[in-house]
């Protein structure tokens, strides 16, 4: 069955950088992007950005840009979603999904999240 | 940015009942709407995409309408597992947005 294993909890200082990785399995790893979303406590859904593992090409939300990198190692079908600078706000569990390449924009698969924690 | 709004936030409902949730888009996004469940502790589910579509698997007793800025999710007879929180998102532009959710409640 299609399914992605996400690594586990981080718990990170003011200014570090955090990198979680993605592995899917079950399908064709280069047919779908990847998408990472969060979700900060009691809050909605955000969407940071997208790779696709065919070509690496990324598309990151603004709000992110200066401190996000998604890359992808497609001998592993894993992604992995780096975010540098990190403060209190970026407390949050952030999930990987996947989106069909050639017609989608909605996430149909979900890993189970990695919740980061950030401290001062 | 298109931003997403969904009323009520929460919602309070037996078993049994019909209900509906909104969701509002700040410019028209055609059909390009995707719907999801979440229950607390957990990933998103994905239920139902280009506002009408049922993903494989959903029970009929969900379904979706709506196009352009205005769209509804209906469960038809609530079941004890539908009490969760909901999301719509909009697939139309970047950046992917997401309404605030709506909170369903036993009441």
């Known amino acids: 069955q299609v399914q992605f294993v996400q690594s586990g909890a981080e718990v990170k200082k003011s200014g570090a950088s955090v990198k979680v990785s993605c592995k899917a399995s079950?399908?064709?790893?280069?047919?779908?992007?990847i998408h990472w979303v969060r979700q900060a406590p009691g809050q909605r859904l955000e969407w940071m950005g997208w790779?696709?593992?065919?070509?690496?090409?990324?598309k990151y939300s603004q709000k992110f840009q200066d401190r996000v990198t998604i890359t992808r190692d497609t001998s592993a079908s894993t992604a992995y979603m780096e975010l540098s600078s990190l403060r209190s706000e970026d407390t949050a569990v952030y999930y990987c999904t996947r989106v069909l390449i050639t017609f989608g924009g909605y996430m149909d698969v979900w890993g189970k999240g990695t919740t980061v924690t950030v401290s001062s | 940015d298109i931003q997403m709004t969904q009323s009520p936030s929460t919602l309070s409902a037996s078993v049994g009942d019909r209900v509906t949730i909104t969701c509002r888009a700040s410019?028209?996004?055609?059909?390009?709407l995707a719907w999801y469940q979440q229950r607390p502790g957990k990933a998103p589910k994905f239920l139902i995409y280009k506002a009408s579509t049922l993903e494989s698997g959903v029970p009929s007793r969900f379904s979706g309408s709506g196009s352009g800025t205005e769209f509804t999710l209906t469960i038809s007879s609530l079941q004890p597992d539908d009490f969760a929180t909901y999301y719509c998102?909009?697939?139309?532009?970047?950046?992917?947005?997401f309404g605030q959710g709506t909170k369903l409640e036993i009441k």
């Open positions: 410019q028209s996004i055609s059909s390009w």
């Open positions: 998102q909009q697939y139309h532009s970047y950046p992917y947005n």
């Open positions: 790779i696709n593992p065919g070509n690496g090409n990324t």
């Open positions: 079950g399908y064709t790893f280069i047919s779908y992007a």
